[in-house]
Nanobody, 122 residues
Framework: QVQLVESGGGLVQAGGSLRLSCIASGGTFSTYHMGWFRQAPGKEREFVCAISLSGGTFYVDSVKGRFTISRDNAKNTVYLQMNSLKPEDTAVYYC????????????????WGQGTQVTVSS
């Protein structure tokens, strides 16, 4: 069972940037597909992006061209670079890990971090 710890959240003005990190421990990081999800107050947790074992990426339409997911297997870390942030990006951001097929469904991820708050002011 892999443990995940996110960091890098904070308060930023619209149009600004943040870089989230998620460090994994207790498992073989390179064998996990990694995903980022977010949950805004009063809303369901939603998929943001994912990266496969081989580095293939997938993004929800609302963040394409603004967010970039990457991974460094030597550091057991997945990153989320967020540019051109908008107030609607405000949420708690979670990283997640799963074996098997890469997925956009939160129900198929069994390993979660505690989340990091991202707040974008207008």
């Amino acid at each position: 069972q892999v443990q995940l710890v996110e960091s890098g959240g904070g308060l930023v003005q619209a149009g600004g940037s943040l870089r989230l990190s998620c460090i994994a421990s207790g498992g073989t990081f390179s064998t996990y597909h990694m995903g980022w999800f977010r949950q805004a107050p009063g809303k369901e947790r939603e998929f943001v992006c994912a990266i496969s074992l081989s580095g293939g990426t997938f993004y929800v339409d609302s963040v394409k061209g603004r967010f970039t997911i990457s991974r460094d297997n030597a550091k057991n870390t997945v990153y989320l670079q967020m540019n051109s942030l908008k107030p609607e990006d405000t949420a708690v951001y979670y990283c997640a890990a799963r074996w098997g097929m890469m997925s956009t469904s939160s129900l198929e991820y069994g390993n979660w971090g505690q989340g990091t708050q991202v707040t974008v002011s207008s």
